[in-house]
Nanobody
Framework: QVQLVESGGGLVQPGGSLRLSCAAS????????MSWHRQAPGKQRELVAD???????NYPDSLKGRFTISRDNAKNTVHLQMNSLTPEDTAVYYC???????WGQGTQVTVSS
């Protein structure tokens, strides 16, 4: 069964960091392009980071330098390292397998003092 399970979300203070994980089952993350997206209340879901099957990362210009996507092939997991978080980063973060449009259930990230 193809499945994505996100973890690592939570409450963090402004300026803090979080590392999200996306554990895949039913396929190898190294076979496909994978991505992270987020959706804040009342806003459209937006792309946060993308990693190709070849391992090349891509980011929207607005997030370059703060977010880092990586892949652990041995653990079949994709990570999102988020630094210098602000309240505007508060959202539900989703992992996606780009081929077949497979989504995880999401993990809540709240940035607040």
């Amino acid at each position: 069964q193809v499945q994505l399970v996100e973890s690592g979300g939570g409450l963090v203070q402004p300026g803090g960091s979080l590392r999200l994980s996306c554990a895949a089952s039913g396929f190898r993350v190294s076979w496909y392009g994978m991505s992270w997206h987020r959706q804040a209340p009342g806003k459209q879901r937006e792309l946060v980071a993308d990693i190709t099957s070849g391992g090349s990362p891509n980011y929207p210009d607005s997030l370059k330098g703060r977010f880092t996507i990586s892949r652990d092939n041995a653990k079949n997991t994709v990570h999102l390292q988020m630094n210098s978080l602000t309240p505007e980063d508060t959202a539900v973060y989703y992992c996606r397998r780009n081929v077949g449009n497979i989504w995880g259930q999401g993990t809540q990230v709240t940035v607040s003092s």
